[in-house]
């Protein structure tokens, strides 16, 4: 028998490939079970930790998420989701949306609704070197400024007929093909009129008709065209033009068309997304926040059945400040967040209808969204229910867009 051979049978024998001859005789090989060794891989990779009793565990997860509130400290929720599966479950039961404890935890949490009763204080950095608008979690910057949280990252693109701010997970990626790309804001030429774009996957995206032609009953086996992630509308923001070149603030004009107006009722809910892809961000693997169910696009439902057809998208616009005689500019009660006067400074406040009649009175003057300056590329952002992390952010970046058409 040729050397070539020889070694050959060698190696299949080594490797346990099935059923070989060796000088004319047949030998059989015993194969490895493979379920026993999916087995053996699946608890060499859940560890020591995932055989912890769940009533043990689950007490665990909850005293750690009570006592870390804020961030730094908050990441050793995020630690826990990480440590195996079994702890990735618990934690994904245990850490509620914003909207229900006011924090912060994955990035699932940057697109799902505020708290009502306080806003979520957040600060916005600008960078005029790189063109680049950094969102951290937080009153303000700290004394170190490197434990602050990273929560959105914005870059502004200059075009020709428009100028783009394409908005991430992190501050050294804004490929749109990368898996940290949240959306983006897209102006016109004169800065007066804004598209904000949310991606989504393609299972998430909004049907353009509940029916369906038999031409594409018949041809459902052909490939489809859509790309695994695109980008919907969610909301435009108009800007008033100042024609008669007059004195005065920016008047702003947001139709969120996410949100139905009927989210701001008595006992309505506005639409909260329930999946984010996995992404890395700082060397850490985040996971989705647990899954909430509820009526009429409330927690639980997503992103793309927001509205039905004869229901309306909620209408914001900022609200109108009044004229200091002694200071002799233009006023609004900021309090204490904002100490800079900028004509970028805004708050806005929902829109209603008059038919609008399950609304309080304590909702049409509530302060949705407050912007402004405390110190050289420094602003605060307050947002609360129902406009989310993501929703504010590009709301803000709005108004760093040059506008000579409006002011």
């Known amino acids: 028998m040729p050397f070539k051979s020889i070694v050959r049978e060698l190696k299949e024998i080594k490797d346990g490939v099935g059923r070989k001859r060796w000088r004319g005789r047949a030998r059989s090989h015993i194969a490895p079970d493979e379920t026993s060794m999916v087995k053996s891989e699946e608890s060499i990779e859940q560890g020591q930790w995932a055989n ?23 990441a050793v929720v995020v630690h826990c989701a990480s440590v195996c599966k079994s702890w990735r479950e618990v934690t994904r ?22 708290p009502r ?40 693109i200059r075009r020709t007929t428009c100028t783009d701010f394409i908005i991430s997970l992190v ?39 509940g029916r369906r032609t038999s031409r594409s009953r018949f041809h459902s086996r052909q490939p489809s065209t859509r790309t695994p992630s695109s980008s919907y509308r969610i909301g435009t923001v108009n800007y008033e033009l100042n024609v008669l070149r007059t004195r005065g603030p920016r008047r702003m004009h947001c139709v969120m068309n996410s949100i139905p107006v009927s989210s701001m009722e008595e006992g309505g809910s506005a639409p909260t997304a329930a999946s984010l892809p996995e992404t890395t961000v700082d060397g850490h693997q985040f996971y989705p926040s647990p899954v909430f169910k509820g009526r009429g696009g409330g927690p639980g439902s997503d992103v793309s059945s927001t509205n039905s057809p004869s229901e309306s998208p909620l209408v914001i616009q900022n609200r109108a400040p009044r004229w200091h005689e002694q200071l002799q500019c233009w006023c609004l009660n900021f309090r204490g967040r904002v100490t800079v006067a900028s004509v970028k400074n805004f708050q806005l406040v929902a829109a209603f209808e008059p038919h609008h009649q399950n609304v309080s009175a304590e909702e049409h003057d509530r302060v949705l969204l407050q912007f402004g300056k405390i ?16 929703q504010a952010f590009t709301l803000c970046l709005s108004s760093f867009d040059t506008k000579p058409a409006c002011e």
């Open 52 to 74: 912890l009793p769940s009533e043990l565990l689950l007490d665990i997860i909850q005293r750690v998420e009570e006592t870390e509130t804020s961030w730094p400290a908050r």
């Open 93 to 114: 039961e245990v850490v509620k949306t914003p909207q229900q404890c006011g924090r912060l935890t994955f990035p699932i949490s940057l697109k799902q609704p505020g």
């Open 117 to 156: 009763e306080s806003p979520i204080q957040c600060y916005i950095r600008r960078d005029p070197m790189t063109s680049t608008f950094l969102l951290y979690s937080g009153l303000m910057p700290s004394a170190e400024g490197q434990k602050d949280k990273l929560l959105l990252a914005a870059k502004r």
């Open 171 to 209: 501050s050294n990626d804004f490929s749109r093909s990368s898996n940290n790309y949240i959306g983006r804001l897209r102006s016109n030429f004169l800065g007066t009129k804004f598209t904000i774009s949310e991606r989504q996957s393609s299972h998430e995206a909004p049907t353009q008709s």
């Open 375 to 390: 110190g050289k590329d420094i602003f605060t952002m307050d947002y609360s229910y129902p406009l989310s992390a993501f």
